[in-house]
């Protein structure tokens, strides 16, 4: 494919670094050609990948190198992805970033001063934004005139009023930056550009968009843009996900500083990785597997997840002063018709119905046809509005920063 462009879209996380190419022409016309990822970075590297139609195309371990695996890894993945581009050009790669702070409401093309910025922030997501930054460098050493744009999970909250930013604390913490950022933005992103084209009498509705998968966070939305969120300063607020809990009493994190002698990183195990389905369940945090199980744990997990859920919407409704359309996405989201089914119970008294059928089957629309609140089930994508934000950034900008590397 002569004369097309390529864009590589990274999810680097703390063990695995997911990937796609997109090609095409102009954003419109964008696909995703080759999906894949590289799992067990620092244990035993296993590369995977995809093609369009999602037909495998590669699956071999990777041989360890020890110090700079990351960089090893991305490299390795370059000459493969180089050796499969049929004429494309990789023109650019695109980073899901977690944390854009305060600074960017926006995409940004990276420059070493962009880097810093970002570094700086780190202690507000460490377990995700050093991963995010660390795969920018290891790219930038091995290609550096490859422009490189960042997309935050963030950004797409900036649009909030005040009171939706704000915790009810002393303001110099609050100007500090201790305050509700928000996440799953590229996510929200997406649907708020998608909703409007299935329905266009939605184009500037209330909505709240429940992002269900192993992270889970719902977003009030107007008009396409972010009111007000369920997750916080952290990915930790709001509703039980897999391993961790949602809204939690800070009491309870006193109680076991103070009476279990629980230090910082006891507290961060238990809240990221011990917690929500697992620690509730004792078996599992897939919600496929609590689904299919029949011991009553199971049942209490997901009792109590769709309650969390369903306790939100109000919430993000209240916070509207209204709802006029519930959107689900996300792994539970859009393959879960009995959680759908059962949050969509505790909010008939809002008017939301679904109707049984087009929720079993999975349809756009699985509302009930009295339903007063129409209800769609919308796949997400958040590497195609990262690609999308990052052609249209390197369209916009004659040249992005060749000079990236080293910026450390
Ligand atoms: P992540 O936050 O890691 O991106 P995903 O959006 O992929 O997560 O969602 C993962 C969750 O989706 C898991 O709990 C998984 O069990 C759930 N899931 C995927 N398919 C189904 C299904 N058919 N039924 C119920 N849950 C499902």
Same mark, same amino acid.
């Given at each position: 494919?002569p ?39 620092? &244990?035993? $590297? ?5 093609? @369009?139609?999602? !037909?495998? =195309?590669?699956? /071999?371990?990777?041989? +360890?190198? *020890? ?42 093309a990276?420059?070493?001063?962009v ?14 934004q ?16 490859l ?11 900036? &649009?909030? $009023?005040?009171?939706?930013?704000t915790? @009810?604390?002393? !303001?110099? =913490?609050?100007? /500090?930056?201790?305050? +509700?950022? *928000?996440?799953h ?46 997750m ?115 909010l ?47 369209s916009?900008?004659?040249r ?9």
């Open positions: 494919m004369n097309r462009n390529a864009c590589l879209v990274v999810n680097a996380g703390s063990s695995s670094l997911k990937f796609s190419v997109f090609q095409g022409a102009g954003k419109a016309d964008l696909e995703a050609v080759i999906t894949g990822q590289i799992s067990g970075i620092g &244990t035993e $590297p296993l590369f995977e990948a995809k093609d @369009a139609a999602r !037909r495998p =195309l590669a699956k /071999e371990n990777l041989a +360890r190198t *020890g110090h700079g695996e990351r960089a090893a890894m991305l490299g390795f993945l370059l000459n493969w992805i180089a050796a499969r581009l049929d004429g494309a050009k990789l023109v650019a790669a695109g980073h899901r970033v977690v944390h854009g702070g305060t600074l960017f409401a926006a995409p940004v990276l420059t070493p001063a880097l810093t910025e970002l570094e700086a922030l780190v202690p507000l997501a460490p377990l995700h050093p991963h995010n930054l660390a795969a920018i460098r290891a790219l930038a050493e091995a290609y550096p005139e422009p490189q744009v960042a997309c935050f999970d963030t950004a797409f909250h900036q &649009t909030q $009023p005040w009171q939706a930013q915790f @009810a604390i002393p !303001r110099e =913490l609050t100007a /500090e930056g201790v305050r +509700r950022y *928000g996440f933005g590229l996510s929200y992103e997406y649907i708020a550009r998608r909703l409007p084209e299935i329905e266009p009498a939605l184009h500037d509705a209330r909505v709240v968009v429940c992002h269900l998968g192993n992270g889970s966070s719902l977003c009030a939305m107007r008009a396409g843009r972010s009111q007000d969120t369920s916080g300063f952290t990915a930790l607020d709001g509703v039980p996900m897999g391993t961790r809990p949602g809204v939690l009493d800070p009491g309870v994190l006193i109680y076991l500083m103070r009476e279990k002698g629980y230090g910082a990183d006891e507290l961060e195990k238990l809240l990221y990785h011990k917690s929500g389905l697992l620690g509730v369940s004792g078996l599992s945090n897939d919600m496929r597997a609590l689904l299919d199980s029949d011991d009553p744990r199971a049942a209490e997990a997901v009792e109590l997840f769709c309650h969390g859920v369903a306790k939100q919407a109000a919430a993000l409704a209240a916070s509207m002063g209204g709802l006029d359309a519930l959107v689900f996405t996300a792994g539970i989201g859009e393959h879960s018709a009995p959680v759908r089914a059962r949050v969509a119970e505790k008939a008294w809002l008017g939301v119905a679904l109707d049984a059928a087009a929720n079993r089957a999975k349809a756009t629309r699985v509302s009930a046809a009295g339903s007063r609140i129409p209800v769609f089930v919308i796949p997400t994508d958040e590497e195609r509005m990262i690609a999308s934000h990052t052609l249209d950034l390197l916009k900008t004659s992005i920063a060749p000079d990236i590397v080293r910026a450390a």
